[in-house]
């Protein structure tokens, strides 16, 4: 089974060159790497070239315009051929060793799709404003969908990659964790949590996400549990 891994780049130079080694470490597994680049400006750009040079076998697509990281996924989704598709932000917030725990479950729970949870595995530096957002948009989830899930937000999704592939995503920004949830939820795939490592950044060392945020993602959630 091929795992196909789509890392969304904006403005990570001091962290995209070890995030890279860190997936690339995950043994056991066969990896495709989809690296996408928004137009970022700090230099992503120079280290992501000269990673190209080194892994040869890796996918990198530059944008030019930024657009958000909906967007940039979108993108990604495109040039992925893995069977089924994750994604992995550019930081070191979350474990690429966790890819073998979600397939794991995969495996052996016959599930569809499988969240790694944050909350009901190890969970470092998470800002208050973030615990309480994260906690109220799964409640907002649970509610809506009428399921149990313990961390919509997390960034690992494992997901069927024809699914991704046809899939019409809407959202240019942080939007797209709610819209792909909705639209996996209302497809009827199953989904399976498991636990994850997480470690989070605060805002001075790139944490991007603030509180508009939340409150376009609460409004995404509505719209797509009601429209396409």
Known sequence: MKLSVVIPVYNEKNTIEQLVNLVRSVDGVDLEIVIVDDASSDGSVEIL????????????????????????????????SGEYVIVQDADLE??????????????????????????????????????FGNKILTLATNILFGVKLT????????????????????????????????????????IKEVPINYKGRSFGEGKKITWRDGIKAVWSLIKFRFTN
């Open 49 to 80: 070239k000269n990673l190209e040079k080194k892994y040869p076998d890796m996918k990198v697509i530059y944008k030019t315009a930024n657009k958000g990281k909906g967007d940039t996924l979108k993108v990604g989704f495109a040039h992925t």
């Open 94 to 131: 979350y474990d690429p060793q966790d890819y073998k725990k979600l397939l794991r479950t995969l495996e052996e729970n016959n599930a569809d799709v499988v969240y790694g949870s944050r909350f009901s595995g190890s969970y470092e530096k998470m800002t208050t404003l973030h615990y």
């Open 151 to 190: 961390d919509m937000e997390t960034c690992y999704k494992l997901m069927p990659g024809d699914f991704v592939r046809k899939l019409n995503i809407k959202s240019e920004g942080f939007e797209f964790e709610p819209e792909i949830t909705a639209k996996i939820l209302k497809s009827g795939l199953r």
